[in-house]
């Protein structure tokens, strides 16, 4: 995402193909990236936070500028997708591994425990202004992301598969969730069923003081 140019790249898992999406002066996004969305599982990595608000946004018809800036919310100024109004459309089944992975780390250190082949920081600052022979190496870039993406969900897939059960279990999707958010979920559900009642989020009394 920079101020005059937007990429999203996809690698479609069974056949290794990958199709890049672009937008800069001259050249319109193709909104074909929408119905790819509705009519497949797509998989990324924080792309909650990120990818998703970002899509969401380009897919309203915004411009590099405005995606940049919102890029900026998220990144530099550390606003949430909720709170930027973003959220994951419901006819987009999505998968976001970051909370599957053991520990905290960044997709590409990740990908060094893994051994993947080819890992890469981005190539330009990103408050440059990229110029049309700088567009390959960012494709190229983007590459060596979702190959690393894929090479970390090919890793967690029996992890995603026991979650895929318990979702059809309790009818709550947990394919992105970690153990905790799916212990609290399984807690949530049985809770609901034994008692009938929807269990809300409990009222925080300021006055309250514990030793």
């Known amino acids: 995402v920079y101020r005059n140019y937007f990429l999203l790249s996809a690698l479609h ?18 909104d074909s990236f929408r119905n790819v969305l509705r009519t497949n599982l797509s998989i990324g990595f924080n792309s909650r936070n990120f990818d998703i608000p970002i899509l969401v946004s380009a897919a309203s018809g915004s411009t590099t500028e ?16 909720w709170q930027l109004g973003y959220n994951l459309p419901p006819n987009w089944d999505h998968i976001d591994l970051i ?14 425990r893994l051994g993947a082949p080819k890992l890469q920081d981005l190539p330009f ?36 598969d026991l979650r895929i059960s318990l979702s059809d279990q309790y009818g ?13 979920a399984i807690l949530r559900a049985e809770y609901e069923t034994l008692t009938g009642d929807t269990l809300g989020k409990p009222k925080f009394n300021p006055h309250l003081r514990f030793k």
């Not at 898992?13 to 193709?30: A, F, I, N, Q, T």
């Not at 405005?66 to 997708?81: G, Q, T």
């Not at 599957?100 to 060094?112: R, T, V």
């Not at 709550?172 to 609290?184: C, F, L």
């Open 66 to 81: 405005e995606l940049k800036a919102l890029a900026d919310d998220i990144i530099v100024n550390d606003k949430p997708a």
């Open 13 to 30: 898992l069974p056949s290794g193909r990958v199709k890049h999406y672009e937008m800069y002066e001259g050249h319109p996004l193709d």
């Open 172 to 184: 709550v999707d947990m394919r992105s969730k970690s153990d905790a958010q799916i212990a609290e």
């Open 125 to 160: 600052d990103p408050d440059a202004e990229i110029a049309p022979e700088q567009r390959e190496v960012l494709r190229r870039y983007c590459v060596k992301d979702l190959e690393t993406t894929a090479l970390l969900y090919n890793t967690l897939k029996p992890q995603i």
């Open 99 to 112: 909370e599957l992975a053991i520990g905290k780390s960044s997709l590409k250190i990740y990908g060094g």
